[in-house]
């Protein structure tokens, strides 16, 4: 058996988030949507849906100082789901900041970030075909009711879920 330990290095990466007025269609794909929020949130339940996650729930949000938003609140939100024999996950979606808000604006940003998110899942559906165990709910789920499998990943900064005893998806 391999022991694996995530370099610390690697999680350092900053990612440039744009304010929503700054974006471009290469660095904020779907930047110029006309899709509602519920058209967008839709899509992807439905691609959740196609790797066997049921949604339960899409709260909406601010995310105070979300990553590498430089002290900026975000929308966006969390979304609740179900996945194969009942465990639970939970996956956030944050919207791209904005400099100036009105409503029009808000609802761009919001639908933007989760046909971003189906449109990952979409493309992930395909990699199933081509690997069966893959499955990219599989971060998402809760360990032990409270963080994602990724969240405890990170901040434990190794791998040591499998044989552990910790539940995963309750």
Request: avoid cysteine; proline fraction near 4%.
């Amino acid at each position: 058996m391999w022991d694996f330990e995530i370099d610390s290095d690697a999680l350092k990466t900053e990612i440039e988030v744009p304010f929503f007025e700054d974006a471009t269609g290469e660095t904020a794909p779907n930047y110029r949507t006309t899709r509602s929020v519920t058209d967008a949130q839709s899509e992807l339940s439905r691609w959740l849906g196609k790797h066997g996650g049921i949604v339960t729930g899409m709260i909406p949000v601010r995310f105070n100082n979300a990553v590498a938003a430089k002290n900026v609140l975000r929308y966006g939100f969390i979304v609740e789901f179900m996945f194969g024999g009942g465990a639970r996950g939970r996956m956030h979606i944050a919207a791209l900041p904005l400099r100036k808000e009105s409503v029009d604006k808000k609802n761009r940003v919001l639908a933007m970030a989760l046909l971003n998110r189906a449109e990952y899942f979409k493309a992930a559906f395909t990699t199933r075909i081509h690997d069966p165990y893959s499955n990219p709910l599989l971060q998402y789920l809760l360990v032990d009711g409270d963080k994602t499998v990724a969240q405890v990943i990170v901040e434990q900064k190794s791998l040591v879920l499998l044989g552990s005893g910790v539940k995963v998806g309750e």
